[in-house]
């Protein structure tokens, strides 16, 4: 059965950083693209970053553009989530996601359970 881990993330005040990682006990790791949603109370889930598995590719969406950096260890099978400048509307539960020679993260395999980030003003 194939696990995500998270950690990493917590309370923080606007302006600051952290640093999320998710650790997967997955083999075939480098042949999944992977990918950070987040969830805010009352809000729907969207997907924050993604990394391409062959080409590298990322995405950010527009509100985190510059702030957040994907990036991913292919020798500890870990996706990690930079996030600097944070603001209050950071807020929400972040999950790290897997989708099998994926690109957009349309239809990820494989989900973490979720860490909280709360950014107070």
């Known amino acids: 059965q194939v696990q995500l881990v998270e950690s990493g993330g917590g309370l923080v005040q606007a302006g600051g950083s952290l640093t999320l990682s998710c650790a997967a006990s997955?083999?075939?790791?480098?042949?999944?693209?992977v990918g950070w949603f987040r969830q805010a109370p009352g809000k729907e889930r969207e997907l924050v970053a993604s990394?391409?598995?062959?080409?590298?590719?990322?995405y950010y969406t527009s509100s985190v553009e510059g702030r957040f950096t994907i990036s991913r260890n292919n020798a500890e099978n870990t996706v990690y989530l930079q996030m600097s400048s944070l603001k209050p509307e950071d807020t929400a539960i972040y999950y790290c996601?897997?989708?099998?020679?994926?690109?957009?993260?349309?239809?990820?395999?494989?989900w973490g359970q979720g860490t909280q980030v709360t950014v107070s003003s």
């Open positions: 990394l391409g598995w062959l080409t590298g590719n990322t």
């Open positions: 996601a897997l989708e099998f020679r994926g690109g957009s993260l349309s239809r990820p395999e494989y």
């Open positions: 997955l083999r075939t790791f480098s042949t999944y693209s």
